[in-house]
């Protein structure tokens, strides 16, 4: 190997996360598994138009990805006392139990010919209900295992992988449903997560400790930290509006393509593609951040993806609008890994995982909210208008958050730099209530 690509890999932010011990063993089973839900986003919809009656197949397809999608919001609430103070690798292990045996169930009814578009809903809203606690458990087993300095990168390598799933997987789900049909695609799904849920069980040390400050907790004891903790609440606050403002586009990106430039579906396949490979390439970057300060990287995410966003909604040509989508999706890839490297800065290890899964609860309702916002919003405006005034409220979004972070900054003074000074000495932060909040973004 030559001696500077050798420094070049000993100097890469990414080199403590792929070799660590713990963390290489799992990362495999991860890959996998995200590959499988990258083919089950085709797939559920695919099967969802093949059991709905005839005539009512837009309804069903919305309900089908509705039920794979929010009950994780109700799962955070119904299991948080029983969840509560685990470690990372159980929750994501017990997500990844559960969505391999009530997917599994998929195939199983349906070669018993008993799968109809209820009980379908009804196992997609089971697969769900523990996606809050899982994802949660993924990046509380990276604040466990490695210091604070390799967050960033951390996190970037798991929102690296999904982005590359949903490049890859779509594509292979269409040849394999056309193979063999989409409910053995879910069963490939379904197998994917006994891999992870195994990758768990056998890869890292087995724990079934419960932090003591847990004990007795409400079930929304993650919720009350948030809401305590101003530096918590403006996070969530500004990720909400964000995914919000961002939904409509799923609806008027289509009729745009269809109603004002008149073309076909290969270029909204294109669009997609282009935002997906800039995403893959931001999400790389974003673990090279980590000597950037988090909360002004995270507040100018915001505003730079609304500033790209803009060459759609005013209409340009496609030689410029597609770029620039290509390059909101770079924008957008660092988002989820600076927000989490936040949270976990922000909240003590035994709070963590109740505190992110109550982020992830919310957070997968805002997306959806927001696209259902966008059917009337084209049909009031248009497709193209619609397109500009996400982008100009997405840009007004990030200088709101930036002039509240800047105010805050100004009147916390000393208890800002003695924020900063503890985190420049490696120390973990203290639980809620022994020190002072960073700054809300």
Not at 75 to 83: A, K, Y
Not at 258 to 275: E, I, M, Q, R, W
Not at 370 to 384: C, D, E, I, Q
């Amino acid at each position: 190997m030559p001696l500077h690509l050798a420094r070049l890999l000993r100097a890469s932010p990414y080199r403590p996360v792929v070799s660590h011990p713990l963390l290489r063993r799992i990362l495999p089973g991860l890959a996998v598994s995200a590959l499988g839900d990258g083919m089950a986003v085709v797939a559920v919809t695919w099967l969802a138009i093949q059991l709905a009656p005839q005539g009512q197949r837009g309804l069903w397809i919305a309900v089908a990805v509705a039920a794979y999608t929010l009950p994780s919001a109700a799962g955070t609430v119904i299991f948080g006392r029983l969840l509560r103070g685990r470690s990372g690798a159980q929750l994501a292990g017990w997500d990844a139990i559960l969505r391999a045996a009530a997917l599994a169930a998929i195939p199983i009814a349906h070669l018993a010919g008993m799968l109809t578009i209820g009980l379908y809903l009804v196992l997609l809203a089971a697969s769900a209900l523990l996606h809050s606690w899982g994802s949660a458990g993924r990046f509380t087993l990276i604040a466990e295992l490695l210091p604070q300095r390799h967050h960033l990168p951390a996190n970037a390598v798991l929102t690296t992988i999904s982005g590359f799933a949903t490049i890859v997987g779509p594509p292979l789900a269409g040849i394999l449903i056309g193979w063999a049909g989409p409910v053995w695609v879910i069963a490939v799904d379904a197998a994917t997560f006994a891999v992870l849920a195994l990758t768990y069980r056998l890869a890292l040390p087995a724990t079934g400790t419960i932090h003591s400050y847990e004990r007795g907790a409400s079930r929304t004891a993650g919720f009350a930290v948030i809401r305590r903790q101003p530096a918590l609440l403006g996070l969530l606050v500004l990720s909400v509006a964000f995914f919000f403002l961002f939904g409509p586009v799923y609806v008027a990106m289509p009729l745009h393509v269809t109603d004002d430039l008149h073309a076909s579906a290969t270029l909204l396949g294109a669009y997609y593609t282009a935002f997906g490979a800039g995403g893959l390439v931001g999400g790389v970057v974003a673990g090279h951040l980590r000597h950037w300060p988090l909360r002004a990287t995270t507040i100018g995410i915001v505003i730079g993806f609304g500033v790209a966003m803009l060459p759609l909604g005013l209409g340009m040509p496609i030689g410029l609008s597609l770029p620039a989508f290509a390059l909101a999706g770079l924008i957008w890839a660092p988002y989820m890994s600076t927000s989490m490297a936040l949270f976990q800065r922000s909240a003590s290890t035994e709070q963590l995982p109740a505190v992110l899964a109550a982020n992830g609860a919310v957070l997968v309702l805002a997306v959806p909210l927001g696209t259902m916002l966008g059917g009337p919003l084209v049909g009031a405006v248009g497709a193209r208008p619609t397109l500009l005034l996400c982008a100009v409220a997405i840009v007004v979004l990030g200088l709101v958050a930036a002039g509240f972070s800047l105010a805050r900054r100004d009147g916390t003074g000393s208890g800002a730099t003695e924020v900063s000074a503890r985190r420049r000495s490696g120390r973990r932060p203290a639980p809620a209530g022994r020190a002072p909040s960073p700054p809300a973004p």
